[in-house]
Every structure is written in structure tokens, then in C-alpha cells.
């Protein structure tokens, strides 16, 4: 796909709506429909779409394989760090009252978010680790030369 002309121009101009209505369903998951698993999934796509026009090469370039990593693990350490912080509050994992103890409707909305953010950064990088494996692997051609060499 790299060669036609109107899959780029398609993929470069719809890639920053995709990534604008990502981030709207990550922001307003706790009061609708949505939140981290589904605006991490669709920011994945944005970047997957990103791969298949432009080739993976290429989309490992914008996204490097170790800003994946960390960024998965940051997301968890968000998502587990909220729970942790409320039990070391002296109440339940992931019991919002520990962030705002003197408003306990106040702290519902901040915990929430925060732990959406968490999931939405880890499941976009797991999903686009998923794509590099993928796209990673030998080439049917190459796999039959290296059995021929070995022999």
C-alpha cells in the first residue's frame, strides 16, 4: 500500500480524527459509554492503520518498540499505584474515598479517571506491541533458505 497515493492521503489525514475521537472516549468513559479499554484500542488502530499504509518499518520508527514498553508498564503502575495508594490509606484497593477522604463523591470521578488512564495507555501499546510482533516475523522465503543452509 505504500505506493498508492490516495491510501496515504487517507491514512495522514484521518489519523489525527481518529486519535482526537480516542481521546474523547477516553475522557468522557466514566460518564458513558467507553472509557480505557476502548479509546486504547482505537488509538492502537490509529497507529495500526499508520503501519499498514506506510509499512511497519515505518510505524516502528514514529513508535519505537522501548516507548511501548515503558508506556505499558507506566499504564499499569497508574492503574495498580491508585489501588495501592488506597490501601496504603488504610482502606480497600481501589477505593476512592483514600484520594479525597473529606469528599467522598468528589474522589469517585478522579479515581476513576485515573484508572482509565491507566488501562487506555496500556491496552494502545500492548496492541500496537501485538502489531510489531506480528509484522516482525521471517518471510516464507526466508524461512525455506535457512532450512536449506542448516542442511
Known amino acids: 500500500m ?3 497515493v490516495l491510501m496515504r492521503v487517507a491514512a495522514r489525514w484521518n489519523m489525527p480524527f481518529l486519535l482526537v475521537f480516542a481521546l474523547y472516549t477516553q475522557t468522557h468513559g466514566e460518564l458513558g459509554p467507553g472509557g480505557g479499554f476502548q479509546a486504547g484500542v482505537m488509538i492502537a488502530a490509529a497507529f495500526i492503520v499508520y503501519g499498514m499504509v506506510f ?9 519505537p518498540r522501548w516507548i511501548t514498553d515503558v508506556l505499558a508498564a507506566l499504564g499499569v503502575l497508574i492503574y495498580a ?3 495501592v495508594y488506597c490501601m ?3 482502606y480497600t484497593f481501589l477505593d476512592y474515598t483514600a484520594l ?6 468528589g474522589a469517585e470521578p ?13 491496552v494502545s501499546c500492548v496492541m500496537i506491541t501485538i502489531f ?6 521471517t518471510l516464507p522465503g526466508d524461512q ?6 542448516k542442511a
Not at 132 to 137: M, Q, S, V, W, Y
Not at 144 to 149: G, H, V, Y
Request: charged share 20%; no cysteine; hydrophobic share 25%.
Open 88 to 90: 496504603l490509606q488504610g
Open 2 to 4: 505504500k505506493d498508492n
Open 100 to 105: 479525597i477522604p473529606s469528599n467522598p463523591g
Open 81 to 83: 499505584g491508585t489501588g
Open 132 to 137: 510489531n510482533e506480528i509484522t516482525e516475523g
Open 55 to 63: 509499512g511497519a518499518d515505518e510505524m516502528r520508527r514514529v513508535v
Open 110 to 122: 478522579w479515581g476513576m479517571t485515573t484508572v482509565e488512564y491507566g488501562v487506555g495507555i496500556t
Open 144 to 149: 525455506a533458505e535457512t532450512t536449506t543452509e
